[in-house]
């Protein structure tokens, strides 16, 4: 499975250069909607979880109800959040028009197996190093084409990534203090669905993302300037092997672009070690052109 990443020239050379990728801070991603609409449907779908079911003891089920209740208050107000979501996006699309024109002519190709294992690797070592978990997942996006499918979804996450997950780890018959700890865990992955759910006007994106949760002052975020606003990110290695080509969208001088990329290609892969590192150059079929 391929992935893509769409971009301008500049972020692909940094990128190649580098081996590195920026997540950017949920609040300052294109969709003015992102994370609290995919609350507002967790949380619709979250006053059915327990109906027609007789899975979960009433203990467990009275307990679990009240944090929903709590988690979806607290998360719906970013003024109060201790963690903050950072996403990198990717598309299972390799040329599409409303991505080349929304986000750049380019568009760098990612081995879907080799980027997992690496960002597996890299959560693991990073877990052991810092003694705290972290929580880092590719996730399907979801798109809201019919609010009521959008919630049978969304009941269908909680029960089996939430409540599920929770279950599992639920000491019965024990004090409730013993359990308390669980609350946080219910919380972050609540907040981790929430970065799934997008408009149904990005459909065509066939987005697939990586998230990863830190906290809001951290050591791991930077910042970048975008016209008036300074936007956090967090920068993630990806290793040269998990690169595997790049394409080129519907620019003007699209022949000379590629011979400059192929030129380019030559000398990173003598740089790094040799042809196991030569990526594959191709060029979008879309005739567009900006007149």
């Known amino acids: 499975m391929n992935l893509y990443h769409y971009t301008d020239l500049n972020a692909v050379h940094s990128i190649l250069e580098t081996h590195k990728i920026r997540m950017t801070d949920i609040r300052f991603l294109n969709d003015k909607t992102e994370y609290l609409k995919g609350l507002e449907i967790l949380q619709e779908a979250s006053h059915e979880v327990f109906l027609q079911t007789s899975k979960y003891d009433d203990e467990f089920a009275n307990v679990t109800d009240g944090w929903l209740e709590k988690a979806f208050k607290e998360l719906s107000d970013f003024e109060n959040a201790s963690e903050m979501f950072y996403v990198a996006s990717f598309s299972r699309s390799s040329d599409t028009l409303s991505q080349w024109r929304s986000y750049g002519m380019f568009a760098i190709e990612f081995d879907g197996e080799k980027l997992a294992n690496r960002v597996n690797t890299w959560a693991l070592k990073r877990t052991q190093s810092t003694k705290k978990t972290v929580n880092i997942e590719f996730i399907e996006c979801h ?23 929770i279950y599992d780890w639920w000491l019965p018959n024990s004090p409730i203090e013993q359990n308390m700890h669980l609350y946080r865990d219910l919380r972050e992955i609540i907040s981790m669905l929430a970065t799934t759910f997008k408009h149904s006007s990005f459909s065509e994106e066939e987005e697939v993302r990586l998230v ?56 990173r892969a003598a740089k790094l070690g040799g042809d196991a590192y030569l990526l594959n150059i ?4 879309i005739p567009y052109r900006t007149l």
């Open 143 to 165: 798109y809201v084409l019919h609010l009521q499918d959008a919630i049978e979804e969304a009941l269908d996450l909680i029960r089996t990534k939430v409540i599920d997950t």
């Open 212 to 267: 990863i949760s830190d906290n809001i002052v951290s050591g791991n975020i930077n910042f970048r300037t975008k016209n008036t606003i300074l936007i956090p990110y967090y920068e993630l290695d990806v290793s040269a092997e998990a690169i595997s080509g790049v394409k080129v969208g519907p620019v003007e001088n699209q022949k000379i672009t590629e011979q400059s990329l192929y030129m380019y290609n030559l000398h």
């Open 282 to 285: 191709e060029t979008s079929d």
